[in-house]
């Protein structure tokens, strides 16, 4: 099984600011990965696939960068409706997903 | 609007049996794979089961295997997931969601929905 380790596991940041997201696999998933936003009591949103492709509707803001074993997800200037948890999942081998990055508000 | 809605959590013995439902509008259902996900209270997200578009081809998480079984209706733009023998260790928020086929082959949950709490408990 592939392990996804997300890092921090809490990200204090402004509105404005700009947060950078880690996430690293256990074995390369190649660019085999997906960032997910969730807010409490809502579906979880695709942010990015193919470690770095912005899905339909989201703005340009969000960004994921890395490949292999490496990967980033940044947000350049935080808005409010940003905060919560973000997860990482690769599709590689199954599907395994990182214990999330919790954006609250500094 | 492309939604899933799942119905059917709630409160069960162990041992007890339940059956999940997710509702789907806005797509083509009958095209896609589709799959359910979990997520245990303040723990994570585990992938549970997932199904081919016309039932050809079911897999599941070992932790499942022989209680749980994923179905679906695509006359009814339905999925399900009956779960059978249920454990403590199952309790979760199960969502459904929908799979996306990528270039190379691969698949991803594109659409999820809210999710339905099961409770195992005595």
Not at chain 1, 27 to 42: A, F, I, M, R
Not at chain 2, 7 to 32: E, K
């Amino acid at each position: 099984e592939i392990v996804m380790t997300q890092s921090p596991a809490t990200l204090s940041v402004s509105p404005g600011e700009r947060a950078t997201l880690s996430c690293r696999a256990s074995q390369s998933v190649s660019s085999n990965l997906v960032w997910y936003h969730q807010k409490p009591g809502q579906a979880l949103r695709l942010l990015i696939y193919g470690a770095s492709t912005r899905a339909t509707g989201i703005p340009a803001r969000f960004s994921g960068s890395g490949s292999g074993t490496e990967f980033t997800l940044t947000i350049s200037s935080l808005q409010s409706e940003d905060f919560g948890i973000y997860y990482c999942q690769q599709y590689r081998d199954w599907w395994t997903f990182g214990q999330g990055t919790k954006v609250e508000i500094k | 609007e492309v939604q899933l809605v799942e119905s059917g959590g709630g409160l069960v013995q162990p041992g007890g049996s339940l059956r999940l439902s997710c509702a789907a509008s806005g797509f083509t259902f009958s095209s896609y794979w589709m799959t359910w996900v979990r997520q245990v209270p303040g723990k994570g997200l585990e992938w549970v089961a997932n199904i081919k578009e016309d039932e050809s081809e079911k897999y599941y998480v070992d932790s499942v295997k022989g209680r749980y079984t994923i179905s679906r209706d695509n006359a009814k733009n339905s999925l399900y997931l009956q779960m059978n023998s249920l454990r403590a260790e199952d309790t979760a928020v199960y969502y459904c969601a929908r799979l996306l086929r990528t270039l190379e082959g691969y698949y991803y949950m594109d659409v999820w929905g809210k999710g339905t709490t099961v409770t195992v408990s005595s």
